[in-house]
């Protein structure tokens, strides 16, 4: 069993027991989130929901926030004295799929 949910704009693909990365949210850690359910694979076939399938939620616990990995900027004129580095780390929520 599988669904797509979405999160922040965002479409995932998620079983039960996935941990998965999203961008910042704004939940404690610890809570939990009902997510909107977007397709749904089960023993009794694939349905499609318009935009969202009715009567339907994952339920996500919020494990913690993390930062990501660093990304270098590094903007460069040639030939005229222009070097400027800077460094950027997005901040995520880890989220564990209940069910």
Do not use: C, N, W
Not at 13 to 37: C, H, Q, T, Y
Not at 78 to 95: A, C, E, F, S, V
Request: hydrophobic content about 30%.
């Amino acid at each position: 069993m599988y669904a797509v949910v979405e999160v922040g704009g965002r479409q995932y693909r998620v079983s039960p027991g996935d941990e998965i990365f999203v961008e910042k949210l704004e939940a404690e850690a610890g809570s939990e989130l009902k997510l909107p359910v977007l397709l749904v694979s089960d023993e009794g076939g694939v349905t499609v929901g318009k935009p969202h399938v009715e009567g339907r939620e994952i339920a996500a616990q919020v494990v913690k926030d993390e930062k990501g990995e660093k990304l270098t900027i590094f903007k460069y004129t040639p030939k005229k004295r222009y070097r400027k580095k800077t460094g950027h780390r997005q901040t995520y929520t880890k989220l564990k799929i209940v069910g």
